[in-house]
């Protein structure tokens, strides 16, 4: 979202602000904005902000993308990691796929880690979007969203 | 005569030197080169930033040309 001087005097000093929102992303971010000018020789010039974005909990991926045959169950596999130095638990709450795919979250390292297993229900083909949402004792992060994507087809008839 | 003419050769080198250079300073002076945008930086590094937070930089445009540098358009990539 930028703001900007528009005219600048000869010999004057502008601004050009560029601000970044940096909810929902997690890692290092890299974001740029082309400015174009009236300067007959260099009429555009790029700007870059960079910013490596902590969260409380790492998801790993962020979505999940079920994408093959829709007569095989397909498994996408999500990392949760506590980035805190305190102990995390995390429970299933909403999940709007219900006839479509299935999950099961495991504990990989108490406290610390976990993975939730997603698998396709094999059945026609079909495309979907749904989400799970994962509830936390994190204050921080009270609830997360994982997002999924389905795009299975049909089996190929020879 | 030559010696005469070897002494006044160097004076009217230089007069021909600076008649050469005259013309050059007055197109100088004369044309206009129009605005020039100078960025003080082209990237920010925030280092650690917590999600959620907004962050935000001003970057420093100087316009070092003889005429109104116009912003026209910043258009986020």
């Known amino acids: 979202m930028p703001s900007f001087d528009r005219a600048i005097p000869p010999g004057g000093e502008g601004k050009i602000t560029l601000q ?27 700007l870059r902000v960079k910013a490596v974005v902590q969260v409380p909990i790492l998801l790993t991926p962020k979505y999940v993308y079920l994408s093959g045959s829709s007569e095989q169950a ?5 990392e949760i990691k506590a980035e805190l130095d305190k102990p995390l638990e995390i429970t299933p709450g909403e ?9 099961k979250v495991e504990e990989i390292e108490k406290g610390r880690k976990y993975r939730v297993r997603f698998e396709s ?9 749904g989400f799970l949402k994962i509830k ?12 999924i994507r389905g795009r299975l087809s049909g089996g190929q008839k020879g | 005569m030559r ?3 070897r002494k006044v050769l160097p004076f009217f080198c230089l007069i021909g030197a600076l008649l050469l250079l005259l013309p050059c300073g007055a197109i100088g002076a004369d044309q206009p080169t129009g605005p020039k945008m100078v960025m003080k930086e082209l990237e920010h590094d925030f280092k650690e930033v917590k999600e959620g937070e907004v962050i935000e930089h001003v970057f420093q445009v100087l316009n070092q040309g003889d005429q109104v540098l116009e912003i026209r358009e910043v258009r986020p990539g």
């Open chain 2, 3 to 5: 010696r005469g003419f």
């Open chain 1, 20 to 46: 970044v929102k940096t909810d929902g992303f997690q890692g290092p971010i890299d974001k740029s904005a082309v400015v174009t000018s009236n300067d007959p020789v260099n009429r555009q010039i790029t």
């Open chain 1, 121 to 129: 229900i094999p059945g026609p083909a079909q495309t979907y979007q």
């Open chain 1, 136 to 147: 936390t004792n994190y204050t921080e992060k009270p609830e997360m969203t994982i997002w």
């Open chain 1, 95 to 103: 999940f709007n796929l219900e006839q479509k795919v299935s999950f």
């Open chain 1, 74 to 78: 397909v498994t996408r596999v999500v």
